[in-house]
């Protein structure tokens, strides 16, 4: 069975840090696009950034550049998001997911498999 599975989120305060993790059982993550997006509530869900296969390229939107980091590691089959100096606005139920395109980002509606989701919260 096809599974992605996100954690590492909870609540943490502004200036803060955080490192989601998107474990896979069923994939070989490296052969996958991986992204990332969020959806806050009461907002449309919005791509946060990608990986795309074999590491041909990688995106983040422009709310989080330089604060949030994408990263593999093929040996764990887990890629990870490193959120730091979180900001209030980063608040949301942060997924994972995947496709088979070459490069990213692309559209939510491009991504086969989901996770179910992590909370993260940024309060003080």
């Known amino acids: 069975q096809l599974q992605l599975v996100e954690s590492g989120g909870g609540l943490v305060q502004p200036g803060g840090s955080l490192r989601l993790s998107c474990a896979s059982s069923?994939?070989?993550?490296?052969?996958?696009?991986i992204g990332w997006f969020r959806q806050a509530p009461g907002k449309e869900r919005e791509g946060v950034s990608c990986i795309s296969r074999y590491d041909k390229n990688i995106y983040y939107t422009d709310s989080v550049k330089g604060r949030f980091t994408i990263s593999r590691d093929n040996a764990k089959n887990t890629v990870y998001l490193q959120m730091n100096s979180l900001k209030p606005e980063d608040t949301a139920v942060y997924y994972c997911?995947?496709?088979?395109?070459?490069?990213?980002?692309?559209?939510?509606?491009?991504?086969?498999?989901w996770g179910q989701g992590t909370q993260v919260t940024v309060s003080s």
């Open positions: 069923g994939f070989t993550l490296d052969y996958y696009t």
């Open positions: 997911a995947t496709n088979l395109n070459l490069y990213c980002p692309a559209p939510d509606l491009a991504y086969d498999y």
